[in-house]
């Protein structure tokens, strides 16, 4: 199937913890993206990467970083977790149109992180 | 006060009626997303518009600039439409202005 998918759907772990979360999208898209979804389900973009540059929400600690082995893939690093962490944490990815350099964005089906 | 604004936060309508769910926004935008959350979380892009009107089945969604306020429509509405329906709008440019303001979502419930 062709989609954005994320890997693992729950992941329940202790504060203190490092922790990783997958995202790979078989869309041949050029940018992907990392929203995180608070408890009062609202969304807020971490990050914004494509091959050339990496945007950083400048609310995001610097516990997190997203790590990018290809194209395809932008991975989630969360070290030392905290409580305030628990979040669903959705990728996203969009293509690059000609002539147009921003375009819709493709969701993977979010990752609900619990730290206790 | 949020750059973004939904209206209303909660819907309740019976099946078959038509839904009108309002987005605010104060900042210059290069582009407007509705976006539909499944009750089991799973989040789709149903509209990107910057101008005008877009339609796709039953949904249609408009866009004012010169107002900053975006509207979208269900028609004969379905209890499979109920979901979280998310506004959320780009700002031109590059970098972190270009990055997407969510609103705080519309909870819409379609009763049978």
């Known amino acids: 199937d062709t989609a954005v998918s994320q890997t693992p759907k729950y992941l329940v772990t202790q504060m203190g913890n490092d922790k990783s979360i997958k995202c790979e999208q078989n869309?041949?898209?050029?940018?992907m993206y990392w929203y995180k979804q608070d408890s009062k389900k609202f969304l807020k973009i971490m990050f914004s990467?494509?091959?050339?540059?990496?945007?950083i929400n400048e609310t995001v600690p610097n516990r997190f970083s997203p790590k990018s082995p290809d194209k395809a893939h932008l991975n989630l690093h969360i070290n030392s977790l905290e409580l305030g962490d628990s979040a669903v944490y959705f990728c996203?990815?969009?293509?690059?149109?000609?002539?147009?350099?921003?375009?819709?964005?493709?969701f993977g089906p979010g990752t609900r992180l619990t730290v206790l | 006060k949020n750059e973004v604004e939904q209206s209303p936060q909660n819907l309740t309508a019976q099946e078959g009626e038509f839904i009108t769910i309002n987005c605010s926004y104060s900042?210059?935008?290069?582009?407007l997303h509705w976006l539909q959350q499944h009750p089991g979380g799973g989040i789709v892009s149903l509209f990107m518009?910057?101008?005008g009107k877009k339609k796709h089945g039953r949904l249609i969604a408009t866009i004012n600039i010169q107002e900053k306020h975006s509207s979208l429509h269900i028609t004969a509405s379905h209890p499979r439409d109920s979901a979280v329906y998310i506004c959320?709008?780009?700002?031109?440019?590059?970098?972190?202005?270009?990055?997407?303001?969510f609103g705080k979502g519309t909870k819409l419930s379609v009763k049978p």
């Open positions: 900042v210059g935008i290069s582009a």
């Open positions: 518009l910057s101008s």
């Open positions: 996203a990815s969009s293509p690059r149109v000609k002539g147009r350099s921003y375009n819709e964005q493709f």
């Open positions: 990467y494509n091959n050339k540059e990496l945007i």
């Open positions: 959320a709008v780009r700002a031109p440019g590059g970098g972190s202005q270009g990055n997407l303001i």
């Open positions: 869309l041949g898209h050029d940018t």
